[in-house]
T-cell receptor, first 112, second 116 residues
Framework: GQQVMQIPQYQHVQEGEDFTTYCNSSTTLSNIQWYKQRPGGHPVFLIQLVKSGEVKKQKRLTFQFGEAKKNSSLHITATQTTDVGTYFC????????????FGQGTTLQVKP | EAQVTQNPRYLITVTGKKLTVTCSQNMNHEYMSWYRQDPGLGLRQIYYSMNVEVTDKGDVPEGYKVSRKEKRNFPLILESPSPNQTSLYFC???????????????FGPGTRLLVL
C-alpha cells in the first residue's frame, strides 16, 4: 500500500540555525498537508500544497511540493524555541479518496 | 468557538469490555476521521467519513467500528478491546475532502486509552 516516509526522525539544532524535514511518498499524491504537534498537544494544521512544484511561505517556514508530486519539504529559517515540536506531512493518494497517510514525523528540539 | 471535542480524555479498561469514544464537531464539517498515534509510528488513520452515512476504512481499521448517523458526531467503537489497542486516539474534521481549498483539518484534544 501507499507509504509516506519522513526524515529525519529527530533533529537537534541551536537556536538560529535552519531546519529541514523531508517527506517522500511511494506513490503520487493528489495533495500534501503539513502539521505541527507540540509536546502533549494535538496536531495543528499548517498548510496544504496541491500543485506540482508549488512553494508556499509562512513567515520563516517554506513548504515545497515536488514536481512529480511524490515528495515535499518543510524548511524553517533561523529556528526559535517556539518551533519545538513534531512536524508531520500527510498525503492523499488520489483526489477522490479520504484516506490520508501520515509520515512518521520529525521531532525538532531547539537549544536556546 | 469552533472545536472538535472528544470524550473521554483518558480511559483505562480491561480486555474485551466494549467501549465507545465520542467525537463531536460544531463546524458543520462533512469530513471526519479517526487516527491513532503510537511512538515511532506517527499518526495512522483508522476510519474516515466523507459525509453522513458514508464511512470507509483507513490504514488500520481492524478491531474498530464507526458510525456517522449525523453530521456532527463520529463515534469510535471498540467492540472487544485488546492490549494492542492501547494508544492515543485523535478525532479530526474538515469542511470537506477535495483537491481544492477549505480542507484545514481540525484535531480534537485526544483520548489516551489503556487496555489491560
Amino acid at each position: 500500500g501507499q507509504q509516506v516516509m519522513q526524515i529525519p526522525q529527530y533533529q537537534h539544532v541551536q537556536e538560529g540555525e535552519d531546519f529541514t524535514t523531508y517527506c517522500n511518498s511511494s506513490t503520487t499524491l493528489s495533495n500534501i498537508q503539513w502539521y505541527k504537534q507540540r509536546p502533549g498537544g494535538h496536531p495543528v494544521f499548517l498548510i496544504q500544497l496541491v500543485k506540482s512544484g508549488e512553494v508556499k511561505k509562512q513567515k520563516r517556514l517554506t513548504f515545497q511540493f515536488g514536481e512529480a508530486k511524490k515528495n515535499s519539504s518543510l524548511h524553517i529559517t533561523a529556528t526559535q524555541t517556539t518551533d519545538v515540536g513534531t512536524y508531520f506531512c500527510a498525503g492523499y493518494g488520489s483526489s477522490n479518496t479520504g484516506k490520508l497517510i501520515f509520515g512518521q514525523g520529525t521531532t525538532l528540539q531547539v537549544k536556546p | 468557538e469552533a472545536q472538535v471535542t472528544q470524550n473521554p480524555r483518558y480511559l483505562i479498561t480491561v480486555t474485551g469490555k466494549k467501549l465507545t469514544v465520542t467525537c463531536s464537531q460544531n463546524m458543520n464539517h462533512e469530513y471526519m476521521s479517526w487516527y491513532r498515534q503510537d511512538p515511532g509510528l506517527g499518526l495512522r488513520q483508522i476510519y474516515y467519513s466523507m459525509n453522513v452515512e458514508v464511512t470507509d476504512k483507513g490504514d488500520v481499521p481492524e478491531g474498530y467500528k464507526v458510525s456517522r448517523k449525523e453530521k456532527r458526531n463520529f463515534p469510535l467503537i471498540l467492540e472487544s478491546p485488546s492490549p494492542n489497542q492501547t494508544s492515543l486516539y485523535f478525532c479530526a474534521s474538515s469542511y470537506r475532502r477535495g483537491a481544492g481549498g477549505g480542507e484545514t483539518q481540525y484535531f480534537g484534544p485526544g483520548t489516551r486509552l489503556l487496555v489491560l
